[in-house]
């Protein structure tokens, strides 16, 4: 299956006819088309960046794909297997596909860094590893293609999990407009525009580094609170709306490990596990103390994994709501012989901003080693224990996430927290967080809102170790 040849992923929820009317939502489909595919230069494992044309409410939309060797998206990985992945440009355009949380080094990270460029039409870029075990995504860090759909899962299984034996079930959520993404920011951004606070609120000099015993970050300051920015057209789940849901047909037994991936670019989520409840056993990939739940909040680019016993041999929806909107998607976990109901869209009422109500009970099964931060701003040395206070003087939540590191969460509006070891946390409207991380991966690393229209108009800053070439 390494060698597939399979160019693009074909699945019977697209519609592959040729006179297919292209959807405005891929924005540089150049002329430069893919010539053919070069053979892989290493016995990697075959990742394919491609288009593909899914049916969003019974309309077909051209949107970007990353396939893996088995034909599906993205990568799963065995204990202990390296990523060694070659990664095939046939999407037409030059990209670049971060892997989202991982620890790799600096130069494997996917980010368009001068010495990393991005991989033009038609080459292929090889990348060897050792991955952390967790749920994981990958996106694509080139221009808006994240909105375009190159998005897809990356799970590395550990031998836990194999022990285990749950059955894996991965819910990859996603924001989709037939508008393209400059069509987006440009309604975010131009003046008068009355989508959003973003000229109002100082994005531009969004990330302000202070002075003292941590470095602080100061997030502009808007007027209203501010949701949901763009007027999405969909939400999907495993690409695909709650008015036609993937059903996942459970096994006997009914042992689930749910892993949560909130891959949209700019929509938060609350997990509803409707009549099931679960069990978070980890967040952005790493363990944490369990902890039961109904209702998860998943902030952009964050990802939970859920333990679920179904209690009996139905069927079970699993509910993603836009915070701020009646609007869901979802999947349902059903019994073989259980019937599937038609599901309901639209939620009873409208749901709350997501929030920190569950970052509040995290806690890291391997939380860092104490020890005092170093008096640094983000020129960082290797071997220092770095502090980040994130403090949002704006009315838009912020997910801020760091490449090459893991963080531990350790203070909310300054109170202390031995919280959650994780990538991505979220800074809600006039809020602090503080993060701490070991500084052991030397190089360039991206630090960014990951709200990709934040990221786009400026909310991203650079951590850096000196001497990198
Ligand atoms: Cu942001």
Redesign the pocket.
């Known amino acids: 299956m390494r060698e597939n040849e399979r160019p693009v992923l074909l699945t019977r929820r697209q519609i592959l006819a040729s006179s297919v009317a292209i959807a405005g939502t891929i924005p540089f489909l150049t002329k430069e088309r893919a010539a053919a595919t070069p053979e892989p230069r290493t016995a990697g494992l075959r990742l394919t960046a491609g288009t593909r044309t899914l049916a969003v409410n019974g309309k077909p939309a051209r949107v970007f794909g990353l396939v893996g060797p088995n034909g599906k998206p993205g990568i799963a990985l065995a204990p202990g297997e390296r990523f060694h992945v070659d990664l095939v440009n046939q999407a037409g355009t030059s990209t670049l596909v971060h892997w989202h949380g991982q620890l790799p080094p600096w130069k494997q990270d996917g980010f368009p860094w001068p010495q990393t460029p991005s991989i033009p039409a038609g080459d292929t870029r090889s990348y060897d590893y050792a991955p952390i075990a967790g749920t994981y995504w990958m996106h694509s860090h080139q221009g808006m293609q994240e909105q375009s759909l190159m998005t897809a899962p990356l799970i590395v299984r550990s031998a836990e999990d194999m022990r285990a034996d749950r059955q894996e079930v991965v819910l990859l959520l996603h924001d989709f407009s037939f508008r393209t993404p400059d069509e987006l920011l440009a309604g975010l951004t131009k003046p008068g525009g009355n989508q959003n606070a973003m000229t109002k609120g100082g994005m531009d000099k969004?990330i302000n580094m202070g002075s003292g015993s941590m470095a602080a970050m100061n997030?502009g300051s808007g007027m209203a609170t501010d949701l949901n920015d763009i007027e999405y057209d969909a939400f999907l789940a495993n690409d695909r709306t709650f008015a036609d849901p993937e059903v996942i047909r459970t096994e006997s037994g009914g042992r689930v490990r749910l892993r949560l991936i909130n891959g949209a670019s700019a929509t938060q989520f609350w997990i509803d596990l409707g009549a099931l409840s679960g069990t978070v056993v980890a967040a952005d990939g790493h363990p944490v103390r369990p902890v039961r739940g109904t209702r998860l909040p998943l902030a952009m680019a964050q990802r939970l994994d859920v333990l679920i016993d179904l209690p009996g041999n139905g069927s079970y929806p699993i509910f993603a709501q836009v915070e701020g909107k009646r609007a869901r998607t979802g999947i349902v976990l059903a019994a073989s012989s259980a019937p599937v109901s038609r599901l309901v869209e639209e939620a009873g009422e409208n749901a709350p901003p997501v929030d920190l109500s569950l970052e509040h009970r995290l806690e890291a099964v391997t939380p860092l080693a104490p020890r005092a931060p170093d008096v640094t701003p983000l020129m960082i040395a290797h071997g220092q224990r770095v502090a980040i206070e994130m403090v949002n003087h704006s009315m838009?939540?912020?997910?801020?996430h760091l490449h090459g590191h893991a963080f531990q969460v350790l203070a909310i509006n300054g109170a202390p927290l031995a919280g959650a070891v994780r990538d991505t946390v979220l800074v809600p409207p006039m809020s602090s967080v503080t993060v701490a991380f070991d500084a052991d991966n030397p190089g360039r690393w991206a630090f960014h809102?990951?709200?990709m229209y934040?990221?786009v108009t400026g909310?991203l800053t650079e951590v850096r170790y000196p001497a990198i070439i």
């Open positions: 969004a997030m838009m939540a912020h997910p801020m809102c990951h709200n934040h990221q909310m």
